[in-house]
Each structure stands twice: as C-alpha cells, then as structure tokens.
C-alpha cells in the first residue's frame, strides 16, 4: 500500500475538485452533496466541490446555497443552460482548481472512504485514472428477471487492474490527474451530450495518448435506481443508443458491421427459445441484440432512438429516509 515518504510530507498537499453534473434532481443531490462533505482524508490532501447545474431554471441552486452554508468544505455553484452532458462536464472542468478532478453522477451517493481509495490507488499505482465501481441500490424491489440478468450491474475488478477497455471505463466514479486534460480542447464532445457515449469517447482518446488507468474496488459508490429502469422499453431503449453512440464514435469498418450482422442472426434466431425457457436470459441476450441493431442502422443512417430523455426520473423523495415511490406502472 502506498504511503507518504517524508518528501512528500514538506510538499503542499494535493488538491481534488469533485465534480457534480446535475439536471432537477434536488433531492438526491442533496444526499450526495452530505456523503461528498463527509470524506475521510486521513489529513493526505484537500478537496472542494463543482456543481454544474445543467437546468437552466437553476432548480439546484438553492440546495447548493443550503448545504454550502452548514459545511465548511468548499462548494461552487455553476449553471450551464443549454441542455448537453457534455457541456456541463466541460464546464465543470474549466471552473475546477484541483490537482485531480473526480466525476460522480448526481444520482449516485459514496462511501466516506471513497475519496481516499481513489486517491492512494493513482499514487499507489502512479495512474493518470482511477475508476471504482457504480453499485446498484434500489429502493423497490426489482423484478426477478432483472435480478437474475444482473441487467443493471456492471463489473468489478480487483484494484490494481489496468484498465483498457473502454466498454468498462465511465465517468459516475472516476479521478483524473489534472495533467491529461488539454486545456485547447473540449474533453467531452458535445456530439454525445444528449446520446450518450461521451464518457467512452472520451476515454477512447485518452488510451490513444497513452494515458494509465487502473481500478480501485474499495472506492465504492451506489446508484439510486428508480423503477422506471425496470422498464423493458427503458433497457431496449439504451441498447439501442449505446450502438448508435458507438457507430458515431468510430467508422466501422467492413469486419465490425459484418460481426455485428452476424450477431444480430445468432441473437435474434435463439430469442423464441429463450423466451420459452428462461426470461432473464431473454432479455439479456435482446439488449444485445438491439445493441448491434443499433449500431447496424446508425451506420446506414437511421437512428430509431434520436436522444436519451433529459427528464428526471420520476421518483419521490422524502427527507425521512428518501422513501422513493414510482409514478408509472412498471410493465
């Protein structure tokens, strides 16, 4: 494990800015703004908070002002109007004073060790990157087929592993060195800040550079996950931009589109099977399926899905315990 050496004792500490995107979510910001003021630093650096307010309303604002006022941890307030994920990332980087920049998404909520794991790993492992993982937590029980799809968990790794893969890289829990950001760019292209994709793409052009990023398991953050996930059309839907979002990315060449083709044979002639046997498997294997549809369209130029939605999701909460509750039927 890493540890100080007494050079590193005289030097000024480091500085982490954590950066929040949030778009008319005031509840949960709230809690993660609380979780984010309580991080243990074991005295080894400093850190302050960017909230970039993506609704031009400025619907966050007054629960910034709130917490900022009983904390004394340092929390700045930004606005991007116009409504791109990708712009309000870059806005948060550009008002950013820290050595090292931390991304979590506004419905997502740390442990308050979770800083510290983030920061000893890039000094453990000299990393320009750290990522840890995103675990779901649900306030209502999900369906059985989601639970045994595993459709809406992502995959771990031991700390330590070199990340490579940019299907496995995100920005809902991730440090970044200050040093890989070029200031003459857009780090997040705007072409992706209402699809989606703009995380991977990113991250595309960082491994390109060279740039070393490993994981952290034990810098653990969990994601709220309302009951409108648990929608088929939800999941269908996000296939289908993840393969349009990686058709946009790159130009596919004629072995990719071919084993996307071949792919969307084998996965569409074993569904009736599936369906017949086993759900969970069902659907597993229809997101990929429609992932490869969607990349196979968007390369001859159709997009069934145009954007993600930029509505909230429809969740309650309650300051008590954030009961959340749904507002539609889950189908």
């Known amino acids: ?52 307010d993506n609704d031009d309303t400025k619907s966050a604002k007054n629960t910034v002002i709130s917490l900022k006022e009983s904390h004394q941890i340092g929390i700045h307030y930004f606005c991007e109007t116009k409504q791109n994920i990708s712009l309000a990332r870059n806005k948060a980087i550009k008002e950013a004073q820290g050595d090292w920049i931390v991304f979590i998404d506004d419905d997502e909520f740390p442990e308050e060790n979770w800083l510290f794991q983030l920061y000893i790993t890039a000094k453990e492992f000299r990393a320009d990157g750290v990522l840890g993982p995103v675990k779901p937590h649900f306030r209502v029980e999900p369906p059985e087929w989601i639970v045994k799809g595993k459709l809406l968990e992502r995959r771990s790794f031991a700390t330590g592993s070199i990340m490579k893969d940019v299907r496995e890289m995100r920005s809902g829990n991730v440090l970044l060195s200050r040093k890989i950001i070029n200031e003459k760019e857009l780090p ?91 759900h969970h498997y069902f659907m597993r294997y229809l997101i990929k399926d429609c992932d490869h549809i969607g990349k196979l369209l968007a390369a001859c130029g159709v997009e069934l899905v145009k954007e993600r939605s930029f509505e909230p999701d429809k969740i309650m909460t309650r300051a008590s315990g954030l009961e959340v509750r749904s507002t539609e039927a889950i189908l």
């Open 1 to 52: 494990m890493w540890s100080l050496s007494k050079a590193d004792t005289n030097k000024k500490k480091d500085h982490i800015s954590v950066c929040i995107c949030t778009y008319k979510r005031p509840e949960l910001l709230q809690r993660l703004l609380q979780e984010v003021c309580n991080q243990k630093t074991e005295g080894l650096f400093d850190y302050s908070i960017v909230v970039v």
């Open 188 to 278: 997040f292209d705007p072409r992706f800040g209402r699809t989606g994709g703009e995380d991977t793409d990113f991250f595309t052009r960082r491994l390109a550079m060279g740039c070393f990023f490993v994981w952290c398991d034990e810098a653990i953050v969990y994601e709220t996950v309302p009951p409108e996930r648990f929608k088929r059309a939800y999941l269908l839907k996000r296939a289908l931009l993840r393969g349009i979002s990686t058709a946009k990315r790159k130009r596919l060449d004629i072995f990719n589109l071919f084993k996307s083709l071949i792919a969307v044979l084998l996965y569409t002639s074993a569904l009736p099977m599936l369906l017949m046997t086993s």
